[in-house]
């Protein structure tokens, strides 16, 4: 079973609908992250949470917002998803382990909004 | 303004030969460097990683090299083998408690056979 999961895989929506992007992960790992993909400019970090209780801003969070409902799950949401949000999104999680500091990325959801 | 810059986008090699995948930093402050491969429908997976006070880290036929100098990092894998062919990207970290990465453009690595 894969370790960090997401949910939808695929998702076509239109401008102005709302849509949430599940992440789910059994790393037990404590902080989480939202990036987007835009061909061209790699990964863009949007938001991530240190745990429950802390909820910080990426480079890019306007016209997103996040819910980390538990240490396992965190969701992102586009309130009112316009076409320049068409692009492939990745949950990643880590933890502090020696130094090291890698992410694990889940398989990635990729929105098309119309 | 990019702070880490792949700055080819793609790569062609022999099977066999070595590849070599190159990226350029300019902030000073980070000191640890990793490197992803991505597969098309895939999550991107962590291949390797050095910390800012080592100029070369190995793992069997992947190398990683930091000049702090030259704010330059490369990426070598030999032999090249058909299954490298991935997107690969180049991310940077400052040290703090977020663990926040900084990706590059990416580099398509096509290894022919």
């Known amino acids: 079973d894969a370790d960090v999961t997401q949910t939808p895989r695929n998702r076509i929506t239109k401008t102005g609908k709302r849509i949430m992007l599940e992440c789910s992960q059994t790393k037990g790992h404590d902080r989480m992250y939202w990036y987007r993909q835009d061909p061209g400019l790699g990964l863009r970090l949007i938001y991530y949470s240190f745990d429950v209780k802390d909820i910080n801003k990426g480079e890019i969070s306007d016209g997103y917002s996040v819910s980390r409902q538990a240490q396992a799950k965190f969701s992102l949401s586009l309130e009112s998803a316009i076409p320049n949000q068409t692009a492939l999104y990745f949950c990643?999680?880590?933890?502090?382990?020696?130094?090291?500091?890698?992410?694990?990325f889940g398989p990635g959801t990729r929105l098309t909004v119309l | 303004d990019q702070q880490v810059k792949q700055n080819s986008p793609s790569l062609s090699v022999q099977e066999g030969r070595i590849s070599i995948l190159n990226c350029d930093y300019t902030?000073?402050?980070?000191?640890?460097f990793l490197w992803y491969k991505k597969y098309p429908a895939e999550g991107p997976t962590f291949l390797i990683s050095i910390s800012s006070i080592k100029d070369k880290n190995e793992d069997g036929r992947f190398t990683v090299f930091l000049n702090k100098s030259a704010k330059h990092l490369s990426l070598h894998i030999v032999p090249s083998q058909p299954g490298d062919s991935a997107v690969y990207f180049c991310a940077a970290s400052v040290w703090d408690s977020s663990y926040k990465l900084i990706f590059g453009s990416g580099t398509r690595l096509l290894v022919r056979p």
């Open positions: 990643a999680t880590s933890i502090e382990a020696g130094g090291r500091r890698e992410q694990f």
């Open positions: 902030n000073s402050m980070f000191d640890y």
